[in-house]
């Protein structure tokens, strides 16, 4: 399974692409792809690269245990919940930061 | 220090107004991603795992006390109230906006500062020995001939675009505070039989995946020839170092392929055809440079005698403070302070605004107003009178910062590692705190004396492991963070890469392994006079592999 992440243009922040096409800050938001959805993350991939917003765009392998999705790679597990030290919150979008595809 | 002139003022506003126009450029949809990476990565700013990170230079670690109350207010307005000083001596802002980089840049240009060449492969900030222009033992003060170099190589036309980043040390005393031997191109200020002072030159040095000490390429290049020489040296690697693959493309990798015999035929054989010409630097100019870093106006004291055990036993703080952070000056009645920025339990190299707007003032009230930059990630009040050592102790002692820890077990260096880079495979920090939290009793860290524990996230090796005494380097192996351990490594001049004893440790195990390494050496060292280093050295890795790994 895998989910589609990247960095917001303005503010830097961890994204993910949710079920309605919005990039979003929530890792358990983010649509999961199967592996029969090729496809369709590819054209997602493809629209977000025309918004010319989403930076370092990435297809991230995750696990899905109890309706919770565990990214595999604990890089990424950093990346959705912030530096663990010093412990800081990680970078919300600005206002005008919200992206669509 | 060095102060802007008008050329060096319109530069730097030039570059600003353009890299904000090209900021607006890329938010309004005019540019992408692949034309704007470049373009902000010339003026140091990355983008990491959870935001932008802004890397301003620090030119060979010197600061005024204006120029850290500026990086203070840009902590404090446009990123998280703190900023990470870093082994190039540099200083990292982890959490800015885009939007905001051209103001802060604006506020930059303000005291004579800017972020150029802190990315890209191109030649990066020259580091020197903090110490510069106060030790004891100095020759010269290199930071006059850093300066020139660095006016040498900032947007140098030939080597904007080198096949990988090129980084220059330089130290003007017999003691490497600036492992030269581990940069590019190391200088190290030696007097020939005429009794005129150069530069000896080393060459094909790093750390990274490969870690190479450097070879001697010349014994003596006189200060009229150097840009000349170095335009030499940079030039042959430019034409010959590989561009076919990342991890082979330092001139470390072309020294090692092509011989060092081979490299100095081609350099002298450019140098040939520079030496004498537009790159000669003129005496005057040298003693024009020279003027800016002029000695301050030292109080004429008597030298004085500073009884640590006396102020040990009246306040053991202050007394291992003083033992510890203090450096020898050459003036009488003066030290250099080193203001450790390794608390325990904290991360190595931040520093608050607070803390900078504290040093700042220490530095304009006790230390003629100059500041330096450390590669271990600390910071030094240069020139401090003697009799002014209790004052600042007790203001670093309201910040926060008094901790008497310079060169022992918790004085580490480490990365930012998987908490913040984007090229780690592990996080550095954590390990630092837990280590540091290990041996927080002040006696213990005394009782072990020097040691050099140095930290990488990963094999670019930006916490320099290969070159503590113990270094740790992080690796990810199916979804786990584990930790190599060397042991042996010294940046000093004697130059030595560090041995790896064995596998790697899950964090958690790894503060009770260094203990293990440390009753090791406590065990079977002559006396408490001699060194983990020297112990090492003595007995070899079997005593430390065994404490680690058993008897093989």
């Known amino acids: 399974m895998e989910i589609l992440t990247g960095n917001e243009l303005m503010s830097g922040a961890t994204v993910y692409l949710d079920r309605d096409g919005h990039w979003v800050e929530g890792l358990q938001q983010a649509r999961v792809f199967l592996k029969e959805e090729a496809e369709a993350r590819d054209a997602a991939i493809a629209a977000t690269k025309k918004t010319m917003r989403i930076n370092s765009l990435e297809i991230e392998t995750v696990t899905l245990r109890d309706g919770v999705i565990h990214p595999d790679r604990i890089r990424e597990r950093i990346r959705a919940e912030g530096p663990t030290a010093p412990r800081f919150d990680r970078q919300h979008l600005d206002k005008d930061g919200h992206v669509s595809i | 220090m060095y102060r802007y002139d008008e050329f060096d003022a319109a530069f730097v506003r030039e570059r600003t107004a353009q890299f904000r126009d090209q900021v607006n450029r890329r938010l309004s949809g005019e540019i992408n991603e692949d034309q704007f990476r470049p373009l902000r990565l010339m003026n140091g700013l990355y983008l990491q795992l959870h935001a932008y990170m802004f890397r301003i230079a620090i030119p060979y670690g010197t600061l005024r006390s204006k120029q850290l109350r500026k990086l203070a207010y840009l902590a404090r307005t446009y990123d998280r109230g703190y900023g990470h000083f870093t082994t190039r001596t540099n200083i990292q802002f982890n959490w800015p906006k885009l939007r905001d980089i051209p103001d802060m840049m604006e506020h930059l240009n303000e005291v004579e500062m800017h972020a150029i060449q802190t990315s890209g492969n191109c030649i990066r900030n020259i580091s020197t020995d903090q110490f510069a222009g106060a030790a004891a033992d100095e020759i010269i003060d290199p930071r006059p001939v850093a300066e020139i170099l660095r006016q040498w190589s900032s947007l140098h036309p030939e080597f904007s675009y080198l096949p990988r980043k090129f980084k220059i040390a330089m130290i003007g005393a017999p003691s490497d505070r600036a492992a030269i031997k581990f940069h590019d191109i190391g200088l190290k200020a030696v007097t020939n039989d005429a009794g005129e002072i150069g530069w000896e030159v080393w060459v094909g040095g790093g750390l990274g995946r490969t870690p190479m000490i450097a070879k001697l390429i010349r014994g003596y290049v006189a200060h009229t020839d150097l840009l000349a020489y170095c335009e030499a040296i940079v030039r042959v690697y430019n034409r010959y170092g590989r561009r076919d693959n990342k991890f082979k493309a330092r001139i470390k990798i072309l020294v090692h392929e092509a011989g060092i015999d081979k490299i100095r035929e081609e350099v002298e054989a450019e140098f040939a055809q520079t030496k004498g010409g537009v790159l000669t630097l003129p005496q005057a100019e040298?003693?024009?440079?020279?003027?800016?870093?002029?000695?301050?106006?030292?109080?004429?004291?008597?030298?004085?005698?500073?009884?640590?055990?006396?102020?040990?036993?009246?306040?053991?703080?202050?007394?291992?403070?003083?033992?510890?952070?203090?450096?020898?000056?050459?003036?009488?009645?003066?030290?250099?302070?080193?203001?450790?920025?390794?608390?325990?339990?904290?991360?190595?190299?931040?520093?608050?605004?607070?803390?900078?707007?504290?040093?700042?003032?220490?530095?304009?009230?006790?230390?003629?107003?100059?500041?330096?930059?450390?590669?271990?990630?600390?910071?030094?009040?240069?020139?401090?009178?003697?009799?002014?050592l209790r004052e600042v102790?007790?203001?670093?002692?309201?910040?926060?910062?008094?901790?008497?820890?310079?060169?022992?077990?918790?004085?580490?260096?480490?990365?930012?590692?998987?908490?913040?880079?984007?090229?780690?495979?592990?996080?550095?920090?954590?390990?630092?705190?837990?280590?540091?939290?290990?041996?927080?009793?002040?006696?213990?860290?005394?009782?072990?004396?020097?040691?050099?524990?140095?930290?990488?996230?990963?094999?670019?090796?930006?916490?320099?492991?290969?070159?503590?005494?113990?270094?740790?380097?992080?690796?990810?192996?199916?979804?786990?963070?584990?930790?190599?351990?060397?042991?042996?490594?010294?940046?000093?001049?004697?130059?030595?890469?560090?041995?790896?004893?064995?596998?790697?440790?899950?964090?958690d195990d790894v503060p009770d392994a260094i203990e293990r390494l440390v009753e090791t050496y406590i065990a079977r060292r002559e006396s408490a006079d001699e060194p983990f280093i020297a112990a090492y050295r003595r007995l070899g890795d079997a005593p430390f592999k065994e404490a680690l790994y058993g008897a093989q």
């Not at chain 2, 203001?339 to 339990?345: A, Q, T």
């Open chain 2, 393 to 507: 102790y007790d203001t670093l002692v309201e910040n926060g910062l008094a901790t008497g820890n310079a060169g022992l077990i918790t004085d580490m260096i480490a990365c930012p590692g998987l908490d913040f880079c984007s090229l780690a495979n592990a996080r550095s920090i954590p390990l630092a705190q837990e280590i540091s939290r290990k041996f927080q009793d002040p006696q213990r860290q005394r009782d072990i004396g020097d040691l050099k524990i140095k930290i990488s996230g990963c094999i670019n090796a930006c916490g320099h492991h290969h070159v503590g005494h113990i270094g740790i380097l992080g690796v990810e192996k199916k979804g786990t963070e584990l930790y190599q351990i060397s042991v042996g490594g010294d940046g000093t001049e004697k130059a030595a890469i560090g041995d790896i004893l064995g596998h790697g440790f899950v964090a």
């Open chain 2, 286 to 388: 040298l003693d024009r440079i020279t003027t800016y870093f002029a000695a301050p106006d030292f109080e004429r004291v008597n030298a004085t005698q500073i009884d640590v055990l006396r102020e040990k036993e009246l306040d053991p703080a202050y007394g291992d403070w003083l033992e510890r952070n203090l450096h020898s000056h050459r003036q009488p009645g003066y030290v250099s302070v080193t203001i450790s920025l390794k608390p325990v339990g904290g991360a190595p190299g931040d520093a608050t605004d607070e803390q900078m707007e504290a040093i700042a003032n220490l530095a304009e009230n006790y230390s003629f107003d100059e500041l330096r930059v450390t590669h271990e990630q600390n910071l030094v009040l240069p020139h401090v009178r003697v009799s002014d």
